[in-house]
């Protein structure tokens, strides 16, 4: 059975928003980043809206080259704060409509509703709802793009923006994929384009008009992944935690060295529990606690206690961290940093298993 995943792409994000918050600007070429300085400023263009994009002016440029290009513009510094909120809002939107759901950036998700769905109908039916959605309770807009492999619904999230919805069916993906220029291939960029090019390859069809044995004697690797993603043979995952991932850590810098110890263990529990809404949302259990704590002078220190079995559990995580940073409270020394790490990870056994493990735990 054909997968359908998802690709979603907020439209000019950063820009989008202050859009959004600043109606007046609406209609104008509105820029976000850097400072323009009447045209000599320093920096670059975080992104622009649509408006912008007419006069050439794109992410990374520098400001002083958008503002010759466009005097006229609206210049905005970013505000990251309500950025990350927007992300947050659109995100949550997103993934209460699938569990399988994986988040990339800031602005960029993909979901896997292959359960949801019985036919590309029913996709665009899902994906409009989705659009709207967002549109309605964000108030900005977002481009989806749907097909059987994680890289082609990437692909088609950028076909069709600001605002689209493009649905690949299995049957379609050479007919969509082979007039493009190889560098919609997520991974070819402008040195590999070069690359292949000497090569006459040009278009993602050159790609598919290849064997594999062939892309990989010119390509290597790279030529593998390529005539992969051409033919729709990308096999990954819509997955928030990887299995391969080894471990999970989070450390932080006391802006002052302390020897307080209520202040050291409470940052602890700080950590513990960031690094737990975290571990709780990607299902992930795990058999070693670490604790790391460098001193003033740059010792460091680490230690670690192992489970029998796999668990999640914030009390008993801090229960061992506090244990371990008991050594430590009477060095008279001065601590810089704390760190936890969990190891030994995989992700959530069944709820039986859960069980079980709890019940022989206690
Ligand atoms: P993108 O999704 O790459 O760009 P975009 O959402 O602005 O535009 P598009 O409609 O083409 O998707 O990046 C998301 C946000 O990340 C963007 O709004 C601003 C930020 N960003 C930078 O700050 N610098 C960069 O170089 C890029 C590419 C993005
Ligand atoms: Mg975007």
């Given at each position: 059975?054909?997968?359908?995943?998802?690709?979603?792409?907020?439209?000019?994000?950063?820009?989008?928003?202050?859009?959004?918050?600043?109606?007046?600007?609406?209609?104008?070429?509105?820029?976000?980043?850097?400072?323009?300085?009447?045209?000599?400023?320093?920096?670059?263009?975080?992104?622009?809206n649509y408006e912008a994009r007419k006069f050439g002016l794109h992410s990374a440029m520098p400001i002083s080259q958008a503002y010759k290009r466009c005097p006229?513009?609206?210049?905005?510094?970013?505000?990251?704060?309500?950025?990350?909120k927007a992300s947050k809002e659109v995100m949550e939107i997103v993934n209460s409509y699938s569990d399988m759901f994986q988040q990339v950036s800031i602005d960029e998700a993909y979901l896997d509703i292959s359960d949801k769905c019985k036919n590309v109908i029913e996709v665009r039916d899902l994906a409009k709802k989705l659009k709207d959605e967002v549109q309605k309770k964000v108030g900005i807009t977002i481009s989806i793009g749907c097909a059987p492999t994680k890289s082609i619904a990437k692909i088609a999230s950028d076909h069709?923006?600001?605002?689209?919805?493009?649905?690949v069916k299995p049957e379609y993906i050479k007919k969509f994929l082979s007039p493009?220029?190889?560098t919609?291939?997520?991974?070819?960029?402008?040195k590999s384009q070069l690359y292949y090019?000497?090569?006459g390859i040009k278009t993602i069809g050159d790609i598919i008009n290849l064997t594999l044995p062939k892309m990989v004697q010119l390509f290597g690797k790279n030529g593998e992944w390529v005539w992969n993603v051409a033919n729709g043979f990308d096999t990954r995952e819509v997955k928030e935690f990887h299995g391969d991932r080894k471990s999970i850590s989070k450390e932080r810098t006391?802006?002052?060295?302390?020897?307080?110890?209520?202040?050291?263990?409470?940052?602890?529990?700080?950590?513990?529990n960031r690094i737990h809404k975290s571990v709780i949302k990607n299902k992930i259990h795990y058999k070693t606690v670490?604790?790391?704590i460098r001193l003033e002078g740059y010792l460091t220190f680490t230690r670690a206690h192992s489970f029998i079995h796999h668990i999640q559990d914030k009390k008993k995580v801090l229960r061992v961290i506090t244990e371990l940073t008991n050594e430590f409270s009477t060095m008279n020394k001065k601590v810089r940093l704390v760190g936890i790490k969990l190891s030994n990870l995989k992700k959530s056994p069944s709820t039986f298993q859960k069980t079980i493990i709890n019940y022989l735990e206690n």
């Open positions: 059975m054909s997968r359908f995943i998802l690709h979603c792409d907020l439209d000019c994000f950063f820009a989008a928003v202050e859009a959004r918050d600043n109606p007046k600007y609406i209609g104008n070429p509105i820029i976000i980043g850097a400072d323009p300085k009447n045209g000599k400023g320093r920096g670059v263009v975080s992104t622009c006229h513009g609206i210049y905005l510094h970013p505000n990251f704060e309500k950025y990350h069709n923006k600001p605002n689209g919805v493009t649905v493009m220029d190889i919609r291939i997520p991974g070819i960029g402008k090019n000497k090569k006391f802006f002052e060295d302390t020897d307080d110890f209520n202040e050291i263990l409470s940052k602890l529990e700080e950590i513990n670490s604790l790391k």
